[in-house]
């Protein structure tokens, strides 16, 4: 950052950029740890790609993008899934938000929907839980949990 600063015109501005970028990614930690780099090496890797958007690390710096920005889906998927062990629903709830919300983008959303539906049957709330099954069928017509929705959806028409 101190060479791009100093010397904003120089020839190793763009290397300098994203090899701090790179740093910052091995140093991010496993997920159920700070994620300050975590979250440095995502800025840094997004001002490279807004920096130099025809370059040819342009794609690779996308790939850690997504990589990292994985990694905190799971984060919070981790801790919604322990939440909803230990029977706090609401607390699940709001870790659950976090992955739909922030990282719809992620690996963990299908799963994270999943979760949430199964908190709308705990806590029987049956209109919330139609919505959702119907937002689940329209992101993930062939879903891995479309069995059980297809089922869910028939155990509610009954009702």
Not at 1 to 14: A, E, I, Q
Not at 43 to 53: C, G, L, R, V
Not at 92 to 117: M, T
């Amino acid at each position: 950052n101190w060479l791009r600063r100093s010397y904003p015109n120089s020839p190793y501005s763009k290397e300098s950029l994203y090899k701090t970028a790179l740093c910052y990614y091995n140093l991010s930690p496993p997920f159920d740890r700070d994620q300050e780099y975590t979250f440095k090496a995502i800025e840094a890797f997004q001002d490279f790609q807004n920096t130099y958007p025809s370059d040819s690390l342009y794609i690779p710096a996308g790939n850690y993008i997504k990589e990292l920005r994985n990694k905190l889906a799971y984060r919070n998927y981790f801790v919604a899934s322990l939440y909803y062990r230990w029977l706090s629903y609401k607390s699940a709830l709001v870790y659950i938000d976090f992955v739909l919300d922030d990282f719809p983008d992620s690996d963990y959303v299908e799963d994270a929907y999943w979760l949430k539906i199964s908190i709308y049957k705990e806590l029987k709330l049956f209109l919330d839980l139609k919505e959702i099954l119907k937002d689940y069928r329209n992101k993930f017509p062939n879903g891995k949990y479309i069995s059980q929705i297809n089922l869910l959806e028939k155990q509610l028409s009954n009702m």
